[in-house]
């Protein structure tokens, strides 16, 4: 197995329930007794014994996945105590949430920007209603332009979906939409490759033992709420132009 | 999660779908998009110089049942009614007629961000020919 770096933030102990010895408030079974433990108060990242660092080993976590999909198995504790056999089903359940958000490296990044207390929705709206307050108009959080283009290029699709019921195939339209869907298709590429140097500049200041509260660590989460809105429509109109482009006539 | 019956009603014959000459010195234009969904939507608005009453209202909206639901009832509101009314609007008022469920709320914030933008585009445009006109008139 991987060495796992121990989270500073889990490390404070507490006590088997079984043989009450001191045991790491993260650990999944005592150290002692070997006795599965209640679920923790804990995120994905330390479910996993990780720090909230975005690049992760992949091979290793699956590797941690299938050990611990094992070992925590509601099979294993038919036997037990009942809320031996109720920890195991939650615990389970956990992981394969946990595993399934931490190996998307998209699914990962949202998450961890939940967990920074970054909320979309709520932001927005409360941005609209300081506008109304304001009078003002709200500062869109993507830059027009690529507005413009999404809602140009969603109109194309729409003139070709209706061309299509009517059995015709336009040829412009369709000549169109396959230069748009290999320039997103960059787009997207590029968006990754930036992404992945946020990540960078993430774990960098993760690893400089910055608090929440640090002024680089909001700066760097806020680049990545940035570039994700961005593509986010990106990826739509990707996948509504490969929809119209692969059905046929 | 089932669609409120208004919804279903404005997604089946939206109101007001169209598109203004955004050139147009009485139209203001507010194009704006929701990051959460990647919808976008796209709202005109006409308005008369002398009264500033609202007279036509359009828009295009490219996402789910309910953000067409949200701007189309959004264009049958602000029209008649005059730019400082139509800027009262909000978006749980929208929510409220609607029925809208809690994760369909930002459809509501989407569309008065669409009113506003169209309103704002408007002032922009009429406060340059305005200012140029008559520059005493400058009402907060």
New interface residues.
């Given amino acids: 197995m991987h060495p796992v770096v121990p989270n500073p933030e889990t490390l404070s102990a507490v006590t088997c329930w079984s043989c009450l010895k001191e045991i790491d408030k993260a650990a999944h079974f005592c150290a002692h007794c070997t006795k599965l433990q209640p679920p923790a108060d804990s995120d994905y990242f330390s479910f996993f014994g990780l720090q909230r660092r975005l690049n992760i080993d992949l091979k290793s976590l699956e590797q941690e996945f299938y050990r611990l999909s094992r070992k925590l198995h509601p099979d294993v504790y038919a036997r037990a105590t009942e809320h031996e056999q109720q920890w195991s089903t939650q615990k389970s359940s956990l992981l394969n949430d946990a595993y399934r958000t931490l190996r998307d490296p998209i699914a990962r990044t949202e998450y961890l920007l939940e967990l920074e207390g970054v909320k979309?929705?709520e932001q927005?709206?409360s941005a609209?209603d300081e506008?109304?307050a304001q009078?003002?108009?709200?500062q869109?959080?993507?830059p027009?332009d690529l507005?413009?283009e999404?809602?140009e290029l969603?109109?194309q699709l729409?003139e070709m979906r209706m061309s299509k019921k009517l059995g015709e195939r336009d040829e412009q339209v369709a000549k169109d939409l396959e230069a748009a869907k290999v320039r997103f298709e960059q787009t997207l590429a590029g968006s990754n490759t930036d992404l992945q140097k946020l990540w960078q500049e993430w774990d960098q200041v993760i690893a400089g033992g910055a608090d929440a509260a640090d002024p680089q660590r909001i700066a760097v989460r806020d680049k990545m709420v940035a570039l994700?809105?961005?593509r986010?429509?990106v990826?739509?109109?990707v996948r509504d132009v490969n929809e119209a482009l692969t059905a046929d006539v | 999660m089932a669609y409120s019956n208004k919804v279903i009603d404005h997604y089946n014959n939206p109101r007001n779908v169209g598109t203004l000459d955004k050139g147009s010195n009485d139209v203001g234009t507010g194009l704006v998009g929701a990051p959460e969904c990647g919808d976008v939507m796209r709202l005109q608005i006409r308005v008369n110089p002398d009264t500033q009453v609202i007279e036509e209202a359009k828009f295009k909206t490219f996402g789910c049942g309910s953000a067409i639901a949200s701007s189309s009832l959004a264009t049958e509101w602000v029209k008649g009614k005059t730019v400082n009314e139509a800027l009262t609007i909000k978006n749980t008022d929208i929510v409220k007629e609607l029925s809208l469920p809690p994760v369909k709320i930002h459809c509501s914030v989407l569309a008065e961000d669409a009113i506003r933008a169209a309103i704002g585009d408007w002032k922009k445009k009429h406060a340059g020919s305005e200012a140029a006109a008559e520059p005493v008139q400058a009402k907060a």
Wanted: hydrophobic content about 35%; glycine content about 4%.
């Fill in positions: 979309l929705e927005s709206r609209t506008a109304r009078g003002k108009e709200k869109q959080v993507v027009p507005l413009e999404v809602f969603n109109m729409e994700l809105n961005r986010s429509y990826r739509n109109l």
